[in-house]
């Protein structure tokens, strides 16, 4: 998505590789997933100190990075996460926040519009959540 660790210009190698003496940089990924981003990071920054927000940001102090990839369907209220990363985030710090793009597309990749009840492809949609609610609920 990023092809690398962090958006090209973010300043996050910066941070990562030029802390001031005495001053070891802290590193926040939330949502980590299967943890690939973290262990890249840990492998090229072994300096970083690394922090999970498994349970809740403000636990573990300041943050100079934190990083929040893909987590659109994890995260339940996005103004309160804004709220509680900006308590966190060190001044100067950075926090990324990256959602891939969803959407629905024909077989000549076009991506669907609105679409109102009765459309095709709005009745195609209704019909896959429901079908998995039924089996849900089986």
Same mark, same amino acid.
């Given at each position: #998505? $990023?092809?690398?660790?962090?958006?090209?210009?973010?300043?996050?190698?910066?941070? $990562?590789?030029?802390?001031?003496?005495?001053?070891?940089?802290?590193? $926040?990924?939330?949502?980590?997933?299967?943890?690939?981003?973290?262990?890249?990071?840990?492998?090229?920054?072994?300096?970083?100190?690394?922090?999970?927000?498994?349970?809740?940001?403000?636990?573990?102090?300041?943050?100079?990075?934190i990083h929040a990839r893909?987590? =659109?369907?994890?995260? /339940?209220?996005?103004?309160?996460?804004?709220?509680? +990363?900006?308590?966190?985030?060190?001044?100067?710090? =950075?926090?990324?926040?990256?959602?891939?793009?969803?959407? $629905?597309?024909?077989?000549?990749?076009?991506?669907?519009?609105?679409? /109102?009840?009765?459309?095709? +492809?709005?009745?195609?949609?209704?019909?896959?959540?429901?079908?998995?609610?039924? /089996?849900?609920? #089986?």
């Amino acid at each position: #998505m $990023l092809g690398g660790l962090f958006p090209p210009g973010s300043g996050a190698e910066e941070i $990562l590789s030029q802390a001031p003496e005495g001053h070891k940089p802290k590193v $926040l990924d939330i949502g980590t997933g299967s943890g690939a981003w973290a262990i890249d990071v840990a492998m090229k920054y072994p300096n970083a100190e690394k922090g999970d927000a498994s349970a809740g940001l403000k636990q573990y102090g300041r943050f100079d990075i934190i990083h929040a990839r893909a987590v =659109l369907q994890g995260v /339940k209220d996005y103004a309160a996460l804004f709220v509680e +990363v900006s308590e966190v985030l060190n001044p100067r710090g =950075l926090f990324i926040s990256i959602e891939g793009e969803t959407g $629905l597309y024909n077989q000549n990749k076009v991506k669907y519009g609105p679409q /109102k009840e009765g459309d095709p +492809v709005c009745n195609f949609i209704q019909g896959i959540f429901i079908a998995e609610s039924y /089996k849900n609920v #089986m």
